[in-house]
C-alpha cells in the first residue's frame, strides 16, 4: 500500500517509542569505496533506550538504523588516538580543549572567543535553553524539528510557538518571523533539519537571520551540514563573524561517527558565550580521550568525505527502491530519511524490530512515518528486505 504526503496544516509533532535493546552484529560495507581510513564496525552496539515495549522481547538487531549513526567511525587515526590516550586519563584536559577550540576558530573564520565546547551538541542546546528560559519568554522553532532544546526550555517555564513547515518542507520564515514578539527569548532553526532531512535555502536564511537577530538571538544547529554537496554554501557561521546575534551548533557525532564520544561545539557572540558561561562550566564536562580524537577527526579529512560518499551511496539506493515502492520519501539533506506508511507507528517499530531492524517512527500529518538512518549498504538491504515484509 502506498501513501502521498497530506499537505495540510502540520499538526504537533510527537515521538513514538522506538526503543529495543539489541546488539548490531559487524557489518562491512558493500561500497567500492571503503578505505583502510574506515575503522571496523564494533560487534556491540551501544544499547538503546529501554522501553517497555521491547522488556520482554529484546531482539538482536541485524541492522541498527535508528540514531543516526556513522557506521564507518571513529577513523582508524581517532581509535589509535583514543587507545594511547586512556594512560593519562588521570589528568584534566584543558590543554587538549584549548588546543581544540583554537583549531576550530581557524575553520570556522573567528577568534577562539567566539568557541564554546560541550560533550556532544545537545548538551550545548540544553544549556542554551537553561540559561535563556529561566524567567520565562517563548521559544520560536519548526514544527516538526529537532525536540531537545524545545523540550528544556518548556520544562523550565517557556512557551514554545511552533509553525509549521512549508509544503516543501523547509522552514516557513516570514511566519517565524512574525511569531517574534518582545516575550520571544530565542529563535530555534534546525537546517538540515530533524526528523525531516530537508534544507532550508541558505541565501533566504541568511536574510532572515540578519533581520531576526536584531530582536532576539537565532540558535541554528547544523548538526548534520557536513552531509551536504557544499556545507560552506550553507552553513550560518560567516553571520557570527559578521556581528549577528546568531549561534551556530555542530557536533562530531555524526559525520565523525563519535557519538558515544561526545563532543560538540556552537559558534557564537562572546558575550553570548559568556551569558552561559557564567552559569555553567564548559570544558571540564569533557574527556581528555575524547577532545584528542576529536582533534585528530577535525584533520580526517579523506576519512570525512568517504563517509559523506558513502552514506549519499546508501541514501540515493534506498531512496531509489522507496520510490519505485511508491512512497513519498521527502528528499534528504542528511544522514536519515523519511516517509509516511500506511500501519500504526507502534505496530510497525515492534515488526520491524521483529525482524532484526531498528527504526524510528514519528507522527505528524496525521499519518505515521519512519524515519531510517543510513548504515552501510548490508543494513541497508536487510531494512529493505524487512520493509518489504512487514508492510505486505
Same mark, same amino acid.
Given at each position: 500500500?502506498?501513501?502521498?504526503?497530506? !499537505?495540510?496544516?502540520?499538526?504537533?509533532? %510527537?515521538? &513514538?517509542?522506538?526503543?529495543?535493546? /539489541?546488539?548490531?552484529?559487524?557489518?562491512?560495507?558493500?561500497?567500492?569505496?571503503?578505505?583502510?581510513?574506515?575503522?571496523?564496525?564494533?560487534?556491540?552496539?551501544?544499547?538503546?533506550?529501554?522501553?517497555?515495549?521491547?522488556?520482554?522481547?529484546?531482539?538482536? &538487531?541485524?541492522?541498527?538504523?535508528?540514531?543516526?549513526? =556513522?557506521?564507518?567511525?571513529?577513523?582508524? *587515526?581517532?581509535?589509535?588516538?583514543?587507545?594511547?590516550?586512556? %594512560?593519562?586519563?588521570?589528568?584534566?584536559?584543558?590543554? +587538549?580543549?584549548?588546543?581544540?577550540?583554537?583549531?576550530?576558530?581557524?575553520?570556522?573564520?573567528?577568534?577562539?572567543?567566539?568557541?564554546? &565546547? /560541550?560533550? /556532544?551538541?545537545?548538551?550545548?542546546?540544553?544549556?542554551?535553553?537553561?540559561? !535563556?528560559?529561566?524567567?520565562?519568554?517563548?521559544?520560536?522553532?519548526?514544527?516538526?524539528?529537532?525536540?531537545?532544546?524545545?523540550?528544556?526550555?518548556?520544562?523550565?517555564?517557556?512557551?514554545?510557538?511552533?509553525?509549521?513547515?512549508?509544503?516543501?518542507?523547509?522552514?516557513? &520564515? +516570514?511566519?517565524?518571523?512574525?511569531?517574534?514578539?518582545?516575550?520571544?527569548?530565542?529563535?530555534?532553526?534546525?537546517?538540515?533539519?530533524?526528523?525531516?532531512?530537508?534544507?532550508?535555502?541558505?541565501?533566504?536564511?541568511?536574510?532572515?537571520? *540578519?533581520?531576526?537577530?536584531?530582536?532576539?538571538?537565532?540558535?541554528?544547529?547544523?548538526?548534520?551540514?557536513?552531509?551536504?554537496?557544499?556545507?560552506?554554501?550553507?552553513?550560518?557561521?560567516?553571520?557570527?563573524?559578521?556581528?549577528?546575534?546568531?549561534?551556530?551548533?555542530?557536533?562530531?557525532?555524526?559525520?565523525?561517527?563519535?557519538?558515544?564520544?561526545?563532543?560538540?561545539?556552537?559558534?557564537?557572540?562572546?558575550?553570548?558565550?559568556?551569558?552561559?558561561?557564567?552559569?555553567? !562550566?564548559?570544558?571540564?564536562?569533557?574527556?581528555?580521550? %575524547?577532545?584528542?580524537?576529536?582533534?585528530?577527526?577535525?584533520?580526517? =579529512?579523506?576519512?570525512?568525505?568517504?563517509? *559523506?560518499?558513502? =552514506?549519499?551511496?546508501?541514501?540515493?539506493?534506498?531512496?531509489?527502491?522507496?520510490?519505485?515502492?511508491?512512497?513519498?520519501?521527502?528528499?534528504?539533506?542528511?544522514?536519515?530519511?523519511?516517509?509516511?506508511?500506511?500501519?500504526?507507528?507502534?505496530?510497525?517499530?515492534?515488526?520491524?524490530?521483529?525482524?532484526?531492524?531498528?527504526?524510528?517512527?514519528?507522527?505528524?500529518?496525521?499519518?505515521?512515518?519512519? !524515519?531510517?538512518?543510513?548504515?552501510?549498504?548490508?543494513?541497508?538491504?536487510?531494512?529493505?528486505?524487512?520493509?518489504?515484509?512487514?508492510?505486505?
Amino acid at each position: 500500500m502506498t501513501t502521498k504526503i497530506n !499537505r495540510r496544516a502540520w499538526l504537533k509533532s %510527537s515521538l &513514538l517509542a522506538a526503543g529495543g535493546i /539489541g546488539l548490531a552484529p559487524s557489518l562491512v560495507s558493500g561500497s567500492s569505496r571503503v578505505s583502510s581510513h574506515v575503522a571496523p564496525i564494533n560487534p556491540q552496539s551501544l544499547l538503546w533506550e529501554h522501553d517497555p515495549m521491547y522488556k520482554d522481547s529484546a531482539p538482536a &538487531l541485524r541492522a541498527r538504523l535508528l540514531a543516526n549513526e =556513522n557506521p564507518y567511525g571513529p577513523s582508524k *587515526k581517532v581509535v589509535s588516538t583514543i587507545s594511547e590516550a586512556v %594512560s593519562l586519563g588521570n589528568r584534566y584536559a584543558h590543554g +587538549d580543549a584549548a588546543t581544540l577550540i583554537d583549531m576550530i576558530a581557524e575553520k570556522e573564520g573567528v577568534t577562539k572567543d567566539h568557541i564554546m &565546547l /560541550g560533550p /556532544g551538541s545537545t548538551d550545548l542546546l540544553e544549556k542554551t535553553a537553561i540559561v !535563556r528560559f529561566l524567567e520565562g519568554g517563548n521559544i520560536v522553532s519548526a514544527d516538526p524539528s529537532y525536540m531537545s532544546l524545545i523540550n528544556t526550555s518548556r520544562r523550565i517555564g517557556a512557551t514554545w510557538k511552533p509553525i509549521p513547515l512549508t509544503a516543501d518542507f523547509s522552514h516557513d &520564515l +516570514d511566519g517565524m518571523a512574525k511569531a517574534v514578539d518582545s516575550e520571544t527569548k530565542l529563535v530555534y532553526i534546525c537546517n538540515p533539519n530533524n526528523p525531516t532531512g530537508s534544507i532550508t535555502e541558505a541565501g533566504k536564511l541568511k536574510k532572515f537571520c *540578519k533581520s531576526v537577530a536584531a530582536k532576539t538571538p537565532i540558535f541554528v544547529d547544523e548538526a548534520y551540514l557536513e552531509f551536504m554537496d557544499k556545507p560552506e554554501d550553507n552553513t550560518m557561521v560567516g553571520l557570527v563573524a559578521e556581528g549577528h546575534d546568531v549561534i551556530v551548533a555542530r557536533t562530531f557525532s555524526k559525520i565523525h561517527g563519535m557519538a558515544g564520544l561526545r563532543i560538540g561545539y556552537i559558534v557564537a557572540q562572546p558575550e553570548r558565550i559568556g551569558s552561559i558561561t557564567d552559569m555553567v !562550566r564548559s570544558t571540564m564536562g569533557l574527556s581528555v580521550t %575524547s577532545l584528542k580524537g576529536a582533534i585528530v577527526s577535525v584533520q580526517e =579529512n579523506k576519512f570525512l568525505e568517504e563517509c *559523506k560518499a558513502m =552514506n549519499k551511496e546508501c541514501r540515493d539506493y534506498v531512496f531509489s527502491e522507496l520510490t519505485a515502492m511508491g512512497y513519498d520519501v521527502i528528499p534528504s539533506n542528511t544522514s536519515f530519511m523519511i516517509f509516511p506508511i500506511e500501519m500504526d507507528g507502534k505496530q510497525f517499530l515492534k515488526s520491524m524490530f521483529a525482524e532484526g531492524v531498528g527504526v524510528r517512527s514519528y507522527n505528524f500529518l496525521d499519518k505515521p512515518w519512519c !524515519r531510517v538512518s543510513m548504515g552501510t549498504m548490508p543494513e541497508m538491504e536487510i531494512f529493505l528486505e524487512a520493509f518489504k515484509k512487514v508492510t505486505a
